[in-house]
């Protein structure tokens, strides 16, 4: 990170300090394993860990000083606050004011992750390039990903997921976007969101922090977002397969083996490149990433390049292609939206078609009709086998007519899966990240080893 001063930190988040405010900070990290020279390290407390008990350890591998909500019991410099997650946010909000590069915000209920690896490929042929690693998406992940930007990046893709009402704006305060990127409305988090609006009010509570001459690209395919035509005189760019949009995709043919080849209609050129996935939304996030590298000058050239150089990145959408049987992983989470769409993938292949699918979490009071629903579709996608995990999966293998098996646990689907999947198989693994579909996936690839 930039260099600053502990007199800016605690200025910036309201701390008392307790030592020397012009030693100088290099790095800010709440794991005590990640300590080096010249950290400031914030003692976060979690549900099991309290980042407190470790104050002295960081000390004495380096750390300057100590962020805290009580009177370390070592000798050091530290600031005083009353909560540290408010004040690492409060500090993230003045470390991301030092830079005027632009910033990409991206959210939606499906497709963050990908939409911002994509987006980050085709920019880094141009850019040096900042954006969000792993799962850090939270309000305690944003203001981490921020303390990483260094003084040579050119452009920050970060990426911001939410639950709940005034989460985006907490987010969005800290992120301050140039360009707003929104993937999609759809059936996630219903228990604090209620419904679909509800979704929508939360996801643009974004467009509040979007800068002045900022610009917004939704997809235009989505009906809840079509419906944000502007936001403060700021006209949205819509993206997406359907005529009404700006930027337009066509897919002209799929090879399962190479990936989805397709044209981008850009405002300025037709760009004709391979997606490297077997999922066609990751062809609308290719879109969104074009519309976005156009925007910044960027070459068709330079655009197609970092579309065919996209990489997947943990259980989204990851065919493993095995000797005997192919398996899509993509168990890092689900929800209605999501399952439909690698659900739509999977009935591409093929050979026999089995979906394991687990219980979509955090889907509110219509939960069991949504699970039901899902079941009818994957019916409906003439899918040979639905392998259903979990107790809200038991409404789904109903609406799949029971055409498959159900398990109450992980457990009991990993000990039975082994002789259900046979020779030739293509095998979709989907589940809210809470089940762990990742031990069916490990189970899978020993079997088919």
Known sequence: MKPITLKEIAKSCGGQLFGDENIIVTSIVTDSRQVTEGTLFSAIKGERVDGHNFVSQCINAGAVCALVEEKPDCDCNYILVESTLNALKKIAEYYRSLFTIPFIGITGSVGKTSTKEMISSVLSQKFNVHKTSGNFNNELGVPLTLFKLEEDHEIAVIEMGISGFTEMTRLATMVRPDISVITNIGYCHLENLNDLDGVLKAKTEMLEFLSN?????????????????????????????????????????????????????????????????????????????????????????????????????????????????????????????????????????????????????????????????????????????????????????????????????????????????????????????????????????????
């Open 213 to 449: 001459d900022g610009k917004m690209f939704f997809c235009g395919d989505d009906e809840k977002l079509y419906t944000v035509k502007e936001h403060n005189g700021i006209k949205t760019t819509f993206y997406g397969f359907d005529d009404r949009n700006e930027y337009k995709a066509e897919i002209i043919d799929t090879d399962l083996l190479k990936g989805i080849h397709c044209k981008l209609y850009l405002k300025n050129s037709t760009i004709e490149c391979v997606v490297p996935s077997v999922e066609s939304h990751m062809v609308s996030n290719a879109l969104c990433a074009a519309a976005i590298g156009e925007s910044l000058n960027m070459t068709p050239q330079q655009i197609k390049a970092g579309v065919e150089s996209y990489k997947t990145v943990g259980s989204r959408s990851n065919v493993i292609r095995k000797k005997d049987i192919t398996i899509i992983d993509d168990c890092y989470n689900a929800n209605p939206t999501s399952v439909r769409a690698s659900v739509s993938s999977l009935s591409k292949f093929e050979g026999r078609k089995i979906a394991v699918i687990g219980d979509m979490k955090e889907l509110g009071k219509n939960e069991a009709q949504l699970h039901f629903d899902t079941g009818a579709f994957i019916k409906d996608k003439g899918i040979d086998k639905v392998v259903a995990v979990g107790e809200l999966c038991k409404h789904l293998f109903l609406g799949a007519k029971k055409n498959g098996y159900y398990f109450e646990t992980v457990d009991e689907c990993c000990e039975k899966i082994q002789g259900i999947i046979e020779k030739g198989d293509t095998v979709l693994v989907k589940a809210s990240h809470s089940m762990h579909f990742d031990r069916i996936v490990e189970t899978l690839n020993a079997q088919f080893e």
